[in-house]
């Protein structure tokens, strides 16, 4: 739904708030005018989920009401009123490689007459594992349904294998639902996260808080040695987009690794970059590795791996500990059917070729954006991970995550997607980020391109 944010300053980042509030009523009729299938649908009131949707995210488009989808196939959504949209968002990284892709569909057929789930290997499986060490360079993978559950699993073995408490994030980081990464840095202090629920203990007592970018700030926090293990994105993306200054991942392995903390790299949207993510083509050297959502093409799975020295460690542990459960696994973990789907998507979805595609056409669009934005003056900018791009209403680039937080313009951002949904393109809700799967055209891009001109014509001109 479009949250009504205050939008009561005279100019919201270039943006007269007038000529805002009047572009979104004007969105708005259009949008509900084409679309009587679904306003039917949010007609019928209560329909047993709770807030109306099966997933609170669902409501959190900017749309009067959300679209109902009817269909996808490749990188275009259909809804129940017949509407195709571009869709630049592709279940924020779930479909990356596409709706459906073509080798997903054939593995998934095969296996869905073969069983779904019974808690052992499939030759699938088994074919999987050389596949991520191969790809990854890291030799011991454990497959998780969720990038959460996977990073919730590494976070444990890794506090196991050093005997420390604590670990270490950064700020406007997100890694999932696991909870000892919901701290925020508040003028310099750690606090718990304003937006938590049902919270019951301090999470800044073992989670400690840096900037981005910061390597004084980390230095300074691994100076006692009781941190377990940094957990970071490469580049952060889920505050709009932070790239990490030249030498910054050198100097974070580095201070890592003398400080004996373990370094965990979730590449779980960062896979953008290329087939081996943002680790292989930059040469970093995790000891945990973390990719979750697009891995199996859209079927839930994670994987994790990590390296021979925290193989060896938890070998130990897993020796000397009691018996009983560990806390790591949930049951339909590697389930045949995700399995299966993995193997397609690593053996024929994400190729060489498939990912040269995703960088010409990101390239394409991240060049046409910042054009719109030249033209029209606005003090905005734009960042590109490989295939993975957003635009960001504030100058830039943005050196760390509170520069990021504060760069996030919410009515303004909800405005111009909303705009964007009735020209034909659909980006993720959270902030202004759009992907290119391997099915993307150019003539997709190019309706974004112009679709974003427009918008922002009637916003600044
Ligand atoms: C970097 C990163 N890690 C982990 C997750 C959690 O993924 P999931 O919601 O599939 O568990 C996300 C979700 O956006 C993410 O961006």
Not at 25 to 33: G, L, M, P
Not at 59 to 71: E, G, Q, R, S
Not at 88 to 103: E, K
Not at 218 to 239: G, K
Request: proline share 5%; net charge negative.
């Amino acid at each position: 739904m479009y949250r009504s944010d205050s939008v009561d300053a005279a100019k919201v980042r270039g943006v007269d708030s007038g000529r805002l509030q009047s572009f979104v009523a004007s969105e708005r009729v259009v949008f509900s005018r084409v679309r009587p299938r679904s306003a039917q649908c949010q007609a019928q009131g209560p329909n047993g989920y709770y807030a109306d949707a099966p997933m609170h995210w669902m409501l959190d488009w900017p749309t009067p009401f959300p679209l109902v989808i009817a269909n996808a196939s490749n990188a275009t959504l259909t809804d129940i009123d017949g509407i195709s949209l571009a869709d630049f968002c592709l279940g924020d990284t779930g479909s990356m490689f596409g709706h459906s892709p073509a080798p997903v569909v054939r593995a998934i057929e095969r296996q869905v007459r073969r069983g779904l789930t019974y808690m052992l290997p499939t030759p699938e499986a088994l074919a999987v594992g050389p596949l991520l060490r191969e790809r990854f360079g890291l030799p011991y993978w454990q497959v998780a349904t969720t990038a959460s559950d996977a990073n919730r699993f590494a976070l444990r073995v890794a506090r196991a294998v050093t005997g420390r408490a604590k670990i270490l994030v950064m700020q406007g980081c997100y890694h999932g639902a696991v909870d000892e990464t919901y701290v925020a840095l508040d003028q310099g202090k750690p606090v718990n996260r304003a937006g938590l629920v049902g919270q019951t203990v301090d999470l800044t007592a073992d989670t400690k808080i840096v900037e981005f970018n910061d390597v004084q700030g980390l230095t300074r926090a691994l100076a006692d040695r009781d941190v377990a293990c940094v957990i970071t994105e490469p580049v952060l993306t889920n505050c709009s987009m932070v790239l990490p200054a030249p030498g910054y991942h050198q100097a974070l392995r580095q201070l890592t690794r003398e400080a004996g903390t373990l370094l965990l790299i979730d590449e779980t949207h960062t896979i953008s970059t290329g087939p081996g993510g943002y680790t292989r083509a930059f040469q970093l050297q995790p000891d945990l590795f973390v990719l979750g959502k697009p891995i199996a093409g859209g079927i839930a799975a994670s994987v994790w791996g990590f390296t021979d020295h925290v193989a060896a460690r938890w070998d130990e542990i897993r020796q000397s500990k009691a018996d009983g459960h560990s806390g790591i696994g949930t049951t339909l973990s590697a389930n045949a059917l995700a399995m299966a789907a993995m193997q397609a998507v690593l053996t024929e979805v994400m190729t060489d070729e498939a990912y040269a595609h995703m960088e010409r056409l990101a390239v394409r669009l991240e060049a046409g954006l910042s054009g719109v934005i030249d033209r029209y003056h606005a003090p905005w900018h734009v960042a590109r991970v490989g295939a993975r791009i957003e635009f960001i209403c504030a100058p830039g680039p943005l050196k760390n995550g509170s520069e990021a937080l504060h760069a996030h313009a919410p009515a303004l951002e909800q405005a111009i997607h909303l705009g964007l949904v009735n020209r034909g393109c659909l980006i993720a809700p959270f902030h202004n980020m759009m992907l290119i799967c391997p099915a993307t055209t150019a003539v997709q891009v190019d309706t974004l391109i112009a679709a974003f001109s427009d918008v922002v014509g009637q916003l600044i001109a």
